[in-house]
Structure formats: C-alpha cells, structure tokens
C-alpha cells in the first residue's frame, strides 16, 4: 500500500456510514475506544507505519499473492471470465492475517504489549496466536467453554503458538460471552493491552480499521485486473460473514460506478436479505432479530458467517443500493466447494464456496465479455472433515 494509495473511507466523525456503524458503549469503554481512534487516523498515514505493515505483507504473509484466472471453471460455465482472487495463499490461508497484523502494529505504536481477542470457531484466534508470536505480543484468547469443547484443534494449535486460551464459561458458554469477558479484560488494562477485532464489526473505529487492513485486497485486484485484461471487471463477488474479506475486495471499486458489487451470504444467516436495523455488539447494523430485537441465532455450515448482525458499511453500501446481496443454499455450497476442487485443483473454504455458488449461478448468464473476480478468502482445508460427514450423510 503506498502513501498516494491510501483508503478513502467515507465516515463520518463518529464512524457513521449512513445510519449505521458508531458507537454505542458504556462511557469508560468509550474513552478507550476514543484513544484507539486517535492513534488509528494519526499513524494510517504515517510512511513509516505503512511501509512497516507492506514489510509483514510482503515476507511473512507472501503477498501479493495471484489474480488467478479460473480457464476450465470458465469454459465449462460458459459466459463471463472468472479470476480469483487467491486469499487462500496467505500464510495461515485466509485474509483474516492481514488485519491481525496491521492491528498489531498498531498496538505496538500506542505502547501495549499485550493483546486480547475473543474466537468462535478458532480462525481468528489462530492468525491472532500466530502474528503475536511473530511479533512478540503476549497473547490471551476468550474462546467460550462450549466452543472450546468443539475446536479441540484449534485450542491446540493456539497454545501451540504460545497464546493462553480463557475459557467462558457463563452465559451459553458461546461468542457473545466471550465478546463480553474481552471488553471487561480491555477496560482493567486499557493501559498495557490492545484488544484485536477480526472483523468489519464492533464500535467506531473498529469497522474503518478493518476496512483500512483489508483493502489491500482490492488494491492488488485492481492493479492485476488491469495488467490482464486492460480493463475492470464488471463484477466482484465475495462472502459475507462480519464482512472483512467482502469490504477489502470491493474497496477500491466502490467508487467505479460500473463495478458491480455482489455480497452472498448463507440462507441460514441472511442479514442482508433478512436483517432489520439494530444496534448490536456496540454499533448500529441490519441484525437479525427477534420481536423483542434480541439477535437470533444462526446456523450456517461456514463457522466464519455464523453472525447475525454485518458491518456498519455493508449496512450502508445495502441500503444505498450501491452493492447486491444474495443467499445461497447449503447444497449450493457443498456443490461449489467440490465444483471448484474439480475443476482447478483448489479446494475453497467453506465461507469462500459461498462466493464460488453465486459465481456458478450467474456466470453462464453473462457474456464472455465480462469479467467475474471471486474473492476465495481462504482455503479449505480446514473444512475437509466437515464436508466428508456432510456428504455421506447425504448419501
Ligand atoms: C472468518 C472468515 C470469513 C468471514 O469473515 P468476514 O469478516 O466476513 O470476511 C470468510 N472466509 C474465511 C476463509 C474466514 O476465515
């Protein structure tokens, strides 16, 4: 990312984008997430500080990593030509390390020397255990006791890095739990401890942050698309959990009016389709909710959409109409996730196939003058088990 390039995020003052976003916490969790501000907007464009976050990019992450274009799943389609967008090569093999990392380096700017995160399913705490070893941050994950006893491996895999993993063990034992015991941890020692938040979610500055981090996605498409095909794509498609990966992949078209921008979300966690305005988790979003606007549970395959609420500039970029949002059904997923194994020799993660289902669907609809890129987030690996069980149990 270099200085010229930086992100224009517009939001406002109090991290509004439209209605949705701020922050809406209780006053001394506000006075530490004002100090996170200060220091986000006056280092996001201090040379020095990007030059350090390109460093990590470039030698640990190992980007930029390719623009991939997908021949045999475009020929076999029929229509648009279809590039990924290879996330999956990360070092841990997803986006999440890049907006851990920056994050990082901001908590060492600002003087911590310990950092905090809270993990459902595990794959933020990984990359979080992971960059702070590197980095040498203590690490502490909040992990919710029934979601521990799920993730044996991944529990395993982060204290295998040298994090402390913290069991919650009240309330339903779950995420929100865990949410609740970081935020009480971050106010004991705002002075020494950062508290890391791996998606486009949370309070004001939480989203723009992430946006800042993630945006070196579309940065990289960008520049890629247009070394390739001399043009823009017509449309960029990506997976929307919190909406990390989604928001970095269409940063930079957002302002190219003739860029479509597709969101696709699972029928099980249809916040987009679905949701109604809220305030959830500290800030404003479409949720789902129930009649008493309690958030509803959710049940998608891809533990990383399994959210009931979405990022404050998805709210918006829905609402404005300037970006679509579509479901897909778990069979649709299970069929792109093999489909895309088959036919170019890279399994997607289970979050990514959901891109790959809407990719499937509309690229024999369009001409082969069009260009599709498809933001595979991460690799799929981790979801091979899952898959294996889920298919026989079909047969
Ligand atoms: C966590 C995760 C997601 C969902 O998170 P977003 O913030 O919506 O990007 C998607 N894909 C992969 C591979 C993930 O690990």
Same mark, same amino acid.
């Given at each position: 990312?270099?200085? $010229?390039?930086?992100?224009?995020?517009?939001?406002?003052?109090?991290?509004? %984008? +439209?209605? @949705?976003?701020?922050?809406?916490?209780?006053?001394?969790?506000?006075?530490?997430?004002?100090? &996170?501000?200060?220091? @986000?907007?006056?280092?996001?464009?201090?040379?020095?500080?990007?030059e350090? @976050?390109? %460093?990590?990019m470039?030698e640990?992450?190992?980007?930029?990593?390719?623009?991939?274009?997908?021949?045999?799943?475009? !020929? !076999?389609?029929?229509?648009?030509?279809?590039?990924? !967008?290879?996330?999956?090569?990360?070092?841990?093999?997803?986006?999440?390390?890049?907006?851990?990392?920056?994050?990082?380096?901001?908590?060492?700017?600002?003087?911590?020397?310990?950092?905090? $995160?809270?993990?459902?399913?595990?794959?933020?705490?990984?990359?979080?255990?992971?960059?702070?070893?590197? &980095?040498n941050?203590?690490?502490?994950?909040?992990?919710?006791?029934?979601?521990?006893?799920?993730?044996e491996?991944?529990? @395993?895999?982060?204290?295998?890095?040298?994090?402390?993993?913290?069991?919650?063990?009240?309330?339903?034992?779950?995420?929100k739990?865990?949410?609740?015991?970081?935020?009480?941890?971050?106010?004991?020692?705002?002075?020494?401890?950062?508290?890391?938040? *791996?998606?486009?979610? *949370?309070?004001?500055?939480?989203?723009?942050?992430?946006?800042?981090f993630?945006?070196?996605?579309?940065?990289?498409?960008?520049?890629?698309?247009?070394e390739? =095909?001399?043009?823009?794509?017509?449309?960029?498609?990506?997976?929307?959990?919190?909406?990390?990966?989604?928001? *970095?992949?269409?940063?930079?078209?957002?302002?190219?009016?003739?860029?479509?921008?597709? +969101?696709?979300?699972?029928?099980?966690?249809?916040?987009?389709? =679905?949701?109604? #305005?809220?305030?959830?988790?500290?800030?404003?979003?479409?949720?789902?909710?129930?009649?008493? *606007?309690?958030?509803?549970?959710?049940?998608?395959? $891809?533990?990383?959409?399994? /959210? #009931?609420?979405?990022?404050?500039?998805?709210?918006?970029?829905?609402?404005?109409?300037?970006?679509?949002? /579509?479901?897909?059904?778990?069979?649709e997923?299970? =069929?792109?996730?093999?489909?895309?194994?088959?036919?170019?020799?890279?399994i997607?993660a289970?979050?990514?196939?959901? $891109?790959?289902?809407?990719?499937?669907?509309?690229? #024999?609809?369009m001409?082969?003058?069009?260009?599709?890129?498809?933001?595979?987030?991460?690799?799929?690996?981790?979801?091979?088990?899952?898959? !294996?069980?889920?298919?026989?149990?079909? =047969?």
């Open positions: 990312m270099s200085k $010229a390039e930086t992100s224009k995020v517009e939001v406002s003052e109090k991290g509004f %984008f +439209g209605e @949705f976003g701020g922050s809406f916490v209780p006053p001394q969790l506000e006075a530490v997430l004002n100090r &996170l501000a200060e220091a @986000f907007e006056s280092y996001k464009d201090d040379p020095e500080f990007v350090e @976050f390109d %460093f990590y470039k640990y992450v190992g980007r930029e990593n390719p623009l991939t274009y997908a021949e045999r799943l475009t !020929k !076999k389609l029929g229509g648009a030509k279809i590039y990924l !967008k290879r996330e999956d090569l990360n070092h841990t093999g997803a986006h999440k390390i890049n907006n851990v990392i920056g994050q990082i380096l901001l908590a060492k700017r600002m003087g911590a020397h310990r950092v905090i $995160a809270e993990t459902g399913a595990g794959q933020h705490g990984v990359a979080t255990a992971t960059a702070c070893a590197m &980095l941050m203590e690490c502490v994950i909040y992990m919710g006791a029934e979601d521990i006893r799920r993730q491996l991944n529990v @395993f895999r982060m204290e295998l890095l040298g994090a402390k993993v913290i069991a919650v063990h009240h309330g339903q034992g779950r995420l739990d865990a949410v609740d015991e970081a935020l009480n941890d971050l106010v004991a020692n705002y002075e020494n401890t950062f508290y890391l938040l *791996g998606s486009a979610v *949370g309070p004001h500055p939480y989203p723009s942050m992430v946006h800042y993630q945006s070196i996605i579309s940065k990289e498409s960008k520049r890629q698309i247009l390739k =095909e001399g043009r823009l794509p017509t449309v960029v498609v990506a997976c929307v959990g919190g909406g990390s990966n989604a928001i *970095g992949a269409f940063s930079e078209y957002i302002q190219e009016e003739n860029v479509r921008i597709v +969101g696709v979300e699972p029928k099980e966690a249809a916040t987009m389709t =679905e949701g109604t #305005p809220a305030v959830i988790h500290g800030f404003k979003c479409l949720c789902l909710q129930d009649e008493e *606007g309690n958030p509803l549970p959710t049940h998608s395959i $891809a533990a990383g959409l399994d /959210y #009931p609420g979405i990022g404050p500039e998805h709210s918006q970029l829905k609402v404005s109409g300037r970006a679509e949002y /579509y479901t897909v059904t778990k069979e997923v299970l =069929e792109a996730f093999q489909e895309l194994s088959r036919t170019e020799g890279i997607p289970l979050e990514s196939s959901h $891109a790959v289902a809407y990719t499937i669907k509309e690229a #024999p609809q001409s082969e003058d069009d260009i599709i890129i498809v933001n595979i987030s991460g690799r799929g690996d981790k979801d091979v088990n899952e898959v !294996k069980r889920l298919l026989e149990a079909k =047969e």
